[in-house]
T-cell receptor
Framework: DAKTTQPTSMDCAEGRAANLPCNHS???????VYWYRQIHSQGPQYIIH???NNETNEMASLIITEDRKSSTLILPHATLRDTAVYYC?????????????FGKGTLLTVNP | EAQVTQNPRYLITVTGKKLTVTCSQN?????MSWYRQDPGLGLRQIYYSMNVEVTDKGDVPEGYKVSRKEKRNFPLILESPSPNQTSLYFCASAGQGPDTQYFGPGTRLTVL
């Protein structure tokens, strides 16, 4: 699976949009982009995933560039409860790899 | 309520004393998995199971055993725990593959 690169940490003001970038320049055509988050010492939580179209759900929006080499997770109105480590993961759903590999992620701190 | 439960949540034990951490899900999921999380090393997969009686190694399987005799349960067994297995353990489940996993609350294990 393609490797991802994320900033180590980011800050955001409460009520503002949080835009978390992820670089996956070696992504292949069958690989999906997944986002999870982990609030301190809790189990990770699935947020959203996509292949090439932009996706939106009740938690967030996922914007994937046209060349698919990068993506951005958007939390439209960040709250203090959104402070967490956010993981961007790439996986080929059609392959024989039945694992998700979590990297170091981005620590998002939402400030009052 | 859809959930993944783990027991115990906290455990302190001694080297060599066999232990089992239970994991159960009530969502009729096919896929289940175990992870460990250590500071600086992130989340690493220990074992996963695509279905009943089907298990496979993750990235760090040494020192662990699993079994999947029924769909809802996926216990993690440490036959002879050692101090380097002191960690935070998470169980997870998903519909059919690893893509959108629900995680349990975690089990904090200390081996003295």
């Amino acid at each position: 699976d393609a490797k991802t690169t994320q900033p180590t940490s980011m800050d955001c003001a409460e009520g503002r949009a949080a835009n978390l970038p992820c670089n996956h320049s070696t992504i292949s055509g069958n690989e999906y982009v997944y986002w999870y988050r982990q609030i301190h010492s809790q189990g990770p939580q699935y947020i959203i995933h996509g292949l090439k179209n932009n996706e939106t759900n009740e938690m967030a929006s996922l914007i994937i560039t046209e060349d698919r080499k990068s993506s951005t997770l958007i939390l439209p109105h960040a709250t203090l409860r959104d402070t967490a480590v956010y993981y961007c993961i790439v996986r080929d759903r059609g392959g024989s790899n039945y694992k998700l590999t979590f990297g170091k992620g981005t620590l998002l701190t939402v400030n009052p | 309520e859809a959930q993944v439960t783990q027991n115990p949540r906290y455990l302190i034990t001694v080297t060599g004393k066999k232990l089992t951490v239970t994991c159960s899900q009530n969502m009729n999921h096919e896929y289940m998995s175990w992870y460990r999380q250590d500071p600086g090393l992130g989340l690493r997969q220990i074992y996963y199971s695509m279905n009943v009686e089907v298990t496979d190694k993750g990235d760090v399987p040494e020192g662990y055993k699993v079994s999947r005799k029924e769909k809802r349960n996926f216990p993690l067994i440490l036959e002879s725990p050692s101090p380097n297995q002191t960690s935070l353990y998470f169980c997870a489940s998903a519909g059919q593959g690893p893509d959108t996993q629900y995680f349990g609350p975690g089990t904090r294990l200390t081996v003295l």
